[in-house]
C-alpha cells in the first residue's frame, strides 16, 4: 500500500524519502516496495541465480519510519527480545539508555537511518534451502554449513554485475556484517551521499522514539557509525 506522508507531517524535511517518510519513488515487486530501478535490476538477478539452482527471494524490501519506530521501541522497552553480537538475548532490566542503544543498534536501524526507508536495500535468502517461516536472519544461516551459505557464495560472485553488494561488512560498516542485506549502490550510493543529520534530527524531535533525549545527544556520531560508516561500494 503506497501512502504519502506529507500530510502527515507538521514539519517540512527536505529529501523525505531519505528518511523512511515518503514511498514515492517505490514500485511493487511481488508483494515488497523497492526503488524502481532496484526492482528491474533484481529480477534480473533472481532469474540467473534461478539458472544456477538458487532460489532468490526477498524477505524484507522497504520498511517506512513508523515501521521502523514500532521495532525501536518494542526493542527498548523490552517487549520484543534484545540479542548480543553473538546473537544471545540479553536482559534489559539494568542497563542504562545508552547501554540499551548500543544494544538496538547492533540488529536494529535507528528510525529514520534504515537502509530499508530506500527502497533500494533488501535481505534476500534461498527459499529453497530454508523456509521464511524458519528463518531467524542471523549469520549461522549464511555461513559454511548454513542453509543459505549457497546462496551467499553465489551472491559474494555475481552480485556486482547486476549493481548489489553488501554495505554491512565486518570491520568496515558501523552496522553488524549482515551477509543477507544487499543494497542497489547504483543508486543507493547517491542516498547515502544526499543524507543529512540535521533533517533527522528534526524528524525525531518531532517523533515517539523511545530514548530520544540520549540519541538526539550523540545524533552526529551515531550517524556517522551507522550511517556514512558503511562498506566502499565496488568501482
Ligand atoms: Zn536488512
Request: charge should be negative.
Amino acid at each position: 500500500m503506497l501512502r504519502s506522508y506529507f500530510g502527515k507531517l507538521t514539519l517540512r524535511v527536505a529529501s523525505p524519502h531519505l528518511y523512511g517518510l515518503s514511498s514515492a519513488h517505490l514500485v511493487e515487486y511481488y508483494g515488497f516496495l523497492l526503488e524502481s530501478e532496484t526492482a528491474v535490476a533484481f529480477d534480473k538477478m533472481r532469474t540467473a541465480a534461478s539458472k544456477d539452482g538458487i532460489v532468490l527471494e526477498i524477505c524484507s524490501a522497504f520498511r517506512d519510519f513508523d515501521r521502523q519506530q514500532l521495532i525501536w521501541n518494542a526493542k527498548a522497552s523490552g517487549k520484543r527480545v534484545l540479542l548480543d553480537s553473538d546473537s544471545k538475548p540479553v536482559d534489559i532490566d539494568r542497563k542504562s539508555a545508552e547501554q540499551i542503544i548500543a544494544l538496538i543498534l547492533l540488529w536494529s536501524a535507528l528510525p529514520g537511518t534504515s537502509r530499508h526507508h530506500w527502497g533500494t536495500d533488501i535481505d534476500v535468502f534461498d527459499s529453497k534451502a530454508i523456509s521464511k517461516a524458519s528463518l531467524k536472519l542471523i549469520p549461522q544461516e549464511y555461513a559454511s554449513n548454513g542453509p543459505c551459505h549457497q546462496l551467499y557464495t553465489w551472491l559474494v560472485n555475481n552480485a556486482e554485475q547486476f549493481g548489489f553488494y553488501f554495505p554491512f561488512q565486518h570491520g568496515l560498516s558501523g552496522v553488524s556484517a549482515e551477509p543477507w542485506h544487499l543494497s542497489y549502490y547504483p543508486v543507493s550510493k547517491g542516498f547515502v551521499d544526499d543524507f543529512d543529520p540535521r533533517e533527522l534530527r528534526k524528524i525525531l524531535q518531532d517523533s515517539s522514539v523511545l530514548h530520544k533525549d540520549s540519541l538526539l545527544c550523540n545524533l552526529e556520531s551515531l550517524v556517522q557509525e551507522y550511517v556514512f560508516r558503511v562498506a566502499p561500494t565496488p568501482q
